[in-house]
C-alpha cells in the first residue's frame, strides 16, 4: 500500500498595500518542501536536500508582501495573460488589432504592467498540492475575454514540483502561463551560478531583434554559444562575442524543445550543480524554454534572509510558447479559442547526484 503523503498548511503572509490579505501556503512530502504565495500565485521557497544531506532554498525571494510588491524582477510569479514579450505591444486576432501596454521598450512583457504576478490568487487544498485560481476580466491589460485561471501546485512521490496550468476564455483570446522562478541549485544567494551545469534539449534557437522579439528566424545552435546540447558551465560561453550574448548581455533567449508535440510532456533541460550535488530535471508541455540569466536586473539586491544577490546568481528555465508568437505564421500560436481549455503541465525534478 502507498503510504506517500503531502501535507499542507497556509498562514498569513501579510496585507498588500490596498488592503488584501495574502497567504503562504506549503507543500511538504518529508523530504522537500515548497511555499507558494497567494501574491501572484508565487513560488516563494523550494527547499531540497543536497549531496550531504543539507537542505538547501534553490530558488530566489524574499521575506515579505512589501519586498515582492515592490519587486520588478518576477521572482518565482506566475505570468500572464502572456509570458515573455509580444513586439511592438499589439497583436491582431480574428482580423482585430489589440493594443497592449509598452512595458518593456516597444514591447508587452508578461502580460503587461499589471499582470497576473501581481494580482492576489485564491487557494484551496489540492491532491499533493495546492491550487491556485483567479479570473481576469474581459480587457485586462488590453486582452480580450473573461479568462478563467487555474494553476495547481503539487509534490509528486519522486521529489516534483508539477505545476498544472489551465485556463477557459469566453472570447478567443491568447494564453501563455509560466513560471518565473530563478534557480541556484547551490542555495539563493550562494554566489553565482557560472559553474553550474546545463543540458538544454534544444537543437535550434530563436535569435533576437535589436528591441528583444524573435526576428523569425531559427537557428541551429551546434557550435555556437547557444548549444547545451551536452553539459556545459552555464558561464562557460557568457561573456562570448556572438552577437545574441552580446545584445543580451548573456542569455535571455527561448530555445526549440527537440520533439514538441501537442499535450506531449518532453524533458526541456537538466541542471546541475556539482558543489551541492542537486540536480533538476525541467519537463513540459510547451515547445519552447527560455534560458534567463539575470545580466543586470538582479544585481546588488537583498533576498531572503538577508542574502546578497547579485548578477548572474540564478539561472530561469521559464517553459513556453515562442515570444511574439502572433508575428510569425511557422510559429506555434498562443491562441485559445472561447470554450476551449488551455491545458499545461511543467515539472521540476530534483535528485541528487
Not at 151 to 179: F, G, M, P, Q, R
Amino acid at each position: 500500500m502507498n503510504d506517500y503523503k503531502v501535507t499542507v498548511t497556509s498562514a498569513p503572509f501579510g496585507t498588500t498595500r490596498d488592503g488584501k490579505a495574502v497567504e503562504r501556503w506549503i507543500l511538504s512530502n518529508g523530504s522537500m518542501e515548497v511555499s507558494i504565495l497567494t501574491y501572484g500565485a508565487t513560488v516563494q521557497t523550494i527547499c531540497v536536500p543536497g549531496r550531504d544531506g543539507v537542505v538547501r532554498d534553490v530558488v530566489l525571494g524574499y521575506d515579505t508582501l512589501e519586498e515582492y510588491e515592490s519587486n520588478t524582477c518576477y521572482f518565482g510569479a506566475a505570468v500572464g495573460r502572456v509570458a515573455n514579450r509580444i513586439g511592438g505591444g499589439q497583436f491582431t486576432l480574428n482580423s482585430e488589432t489589440y493594443t497592449l501596454v509598452q512595458n518593456n521598450g516597444p514591447n508587452c512583457l508578461h502580460g503587461g504592467t499589471v499582470g497576473f504576478d501581481k494580482k492576489i490568487w485564491d487557494a484551496e487544498i489540492a491532491y499533493h498540492g495546492v491550487k491556485m485560481t483567479y479570473t481576469s476580466p474581459d480587457g485586462e491589460e488590453g486582452f480580450p475575454g473573461e479568462l478563467k485561471v487555474a494553476i495547481t501546485y503539487a509534490l509528486e512521490e519522486d521529489n516534483s514540483l508539477s505545476i498544472h496550468y489551465e485556463a477557459v476564455s469566453d472570447k478567443d483570446t491568447l494564453c501563455n502561463l509560466t513560471n518565473h522562478s530563478y534557480f541556484n541549485l547551490n542555495g539563493h544567494g550562494e554566489g553565482d551560478v557560472l559553474s553550474q551545469e546545463l543540458l538544454i534539449e534544444a537543437d535550434h534557437f530563436t535569435p533576437l531583434s535589436e528591441t528583444f522579439v524573435p526576428d523569425g528566424q531559427i537557428l541551429a545552435v551546434e557550435g555556437s554559444a547557444f548549444d547545451f546540447t551536452q553539459y556545459e558551465p552555464i558561464g562557460k560561453r557568457i561573456n562570448s562575442k556572438h552577437g545574441q550574448v552580446v545584445l543580451a548581455g548573456g542569455y535571455d533567449h527561448n530555445f526549440v524543445i527537440r520533439g514538441y508535440e501537442a499535450g506531449k510532456l518532453n524533458r526541456a533541460a537538466i541542471a546541475l550543480c556539482l558543489d551541492s550535488g542537486i540536480r533538476m530535471e525541467t519537463l513540459t508541455t510547451k515547445p519552447g524554454v527560455q534560458l534567463y540569466t539575470p545580466n543586470y536586473e538582479v544585481g546588488g539586491m537583498t533576498g531572503k534572509a538577508g542574502k546578497p544577490y547579485e548578477g548572474r546568481c540564478a539561472f530561469c528555465l521559464e517553459t513556453q510558447y515562442f515570444p511574439n508568437g502572433m508575428a510569425y505564421g511557422h510559429f506555434v500560436k498562443p491562441i485559445l479559442k472561447a470554450g476551449e481549455t488551455y491545458d499545461h503541465t511543467t515539472i521540476y525534478r530534483f535528485s541528487v547526484i
